[in-house]
């Protein structure tokens, strides 16, 4: 089977190669065995335990190994989403000693984004 016109046929207009994406994604400079982990909520309600839960998991994961914890924001779902929601993730993470480093800060994100999901139209695609 040849998958490259496999992918023409379903997803014509991506014209990105592997090759465009690893130079605008280029490897991390981490250490062996480092993992990198992310926590992706939804800005659609409060914080509660079981997101404090998975980000602590995966931030101490990311800082035991040397690797990165990063924030990542799935706000696809528009209706539900509520105003300030991004920030009142931010400050419940931060009220309990969590820190990403990367994601949407305030200042303009870092490194590896966009870090909302609606941003990233141009590599992944919803079907």
Same mark, same amino acid.
């Given at each position: 089977?040849?998958?490259?016109? #496999?992918? +023409? #046929?379903i997803f014509p207009e991506i014209k990105d190669t592997i090759k465009d994406l690893e130079e605008l994604f @280029? +490897?991390?400079? #981490? @250490? *062996? /065995?480092a993992y990198? %982990?992310?926590?992706? =909520?939804? =800005? %659609?309600g409060y914080m509660h335990i079981g997101g404090l839960y998975a980000a602590m998991i995966s931030s101490k994961l990311a800082k035991q190994t040397g690797g990165i914890f990063y924030l990542r924001i799935e706000? %696809?779902?528009? *209706?539900? &989403?509520l105003a300030g929601g991004v920030d009142e993730i931010i400050r419940s993470l931060g009220g309990? /000693?969590?820190?990403?480093? &990367?994601g949407p800060f305030p200042d303009g994100e870092k490194s590896y984004g966009p870090y909302k999901q609606s941003e990233r139209k141009h590599i992944i695609r919803f079907v």
């Open positions: 089977m040849d998958y490259n016109k #496999l992918a +023409e #046929l @280029p +490897e991390r400079n #981490l @250490p *062996k /065995g990198v %982990t992310r926590f992706a =909520p939804s =800005p %659609t706000d %696809t779902d528009k *209706k539900r &989403e309990y /000693g969590i820190f990403f480093d &990367e």
